[in-house]
């Protein structure tokens, strides 16, 4: 099974600042198979990047994601009210895994 | 508009048994993939179930295999998941979810309450 580390934990950051977020896995992530997820209270997950760096439809260009490998990076370039939120990442390469989460929230 | 609509969460004691369901609507169902994903309270999202599209190919959480199965009836738009054996570590929101490499849309999310 692949595991997924998260960091880190909490971010806690300013509207308008620039977020990094960091999902490891335990090895190769197939064809770069990792999705990321934007999840807030009381409401259903949102997709946000699939395929490691494809952003999914109606997300904002503030949203991307990078990397390779075992080690991908969401960043969220000027963080906006509505961006706190709890940011989970997927695998999908070799059956499905999901990441412990980050939460971002507000300084 | 597309949407799932998930439904059957309840209040059931240990070793009991639940069916949920998922209606959905706005798009060809028999055209995607199916899942079924879990947050237990206070815990991070947890992948359950899911499915092909005619249902011939199905794949388990360790968590759940032997005692949860999932389906899907494609004429009536319809995902199903039965859970049997139910422990209190099932304790979650199950929501719904269609693949498409990603899961683009969700339900609203049910609640399973295992509780003696």
């Known amino acids: 099974e692949i595991v997924l580390t998260q960091s880190p934990g909490t971010l806690s950051l300013s509207p308008g600042e620039r977020a990094t977020l960091s999902c490891r896995a335990s090895?190769?992530?197939?064809?770069?198979?990792l999705a990321w997820y934007q999840h807030k209270p009381g409401q259903a997950p949102r997709l946000l990047i699939s395929g490691a760096s494809n952003r999914a439809t109606g997300i904002p260009d503030r949203f991307s994601g990078s990397g390779s490998g075992t080690d991908f990076t969401l960043t969220i370039s000027r963080l906006e009210p509505e961006d706190f939120a709890v940011y989970y990442c997927q695998q999908y390469g070799i059956s499905w895994t999901f990441g412990p989460g980050t939460k971002v929230d507000i300084k | 508009q597309v949407q799932l609509v998930d439904s059957g969460g309840d209040l059931v004691k240990p070793g009991g048994s639940l069916r949920l369901s998922c209606a959905a609507s706005?798009?060809?169902?028999?055209?995607?993939?199916m899942a079924w994903i879990r947050q237990a309270p206070g815990q991070g999202l947890e992948w359950v179930s899911y499915l092909s599209q005619s249902g011939s190919a199905t794949y388990y959480a360790d968590s759940v295999k032997g005692r949860f199965t999932i389906s899907r009836d494609n004429a009536k738009k319809s995902l199903n998941l039965q859970m049997n054996s139910l422990r209190v570590e099932d304790t979650a929101v199950y929501y719904c979810a269609r693949w498409v490499g990603g899961m683009d849309v969700w339900g609203q999310g049910t609640t399973v309450t295992v509780s003696s």
């Open positions: 090895q190769t992530v197939n064809n770069n198979y």
């Open positions: 706005g798009f060809t169902f028999s055209d995607y993939y």
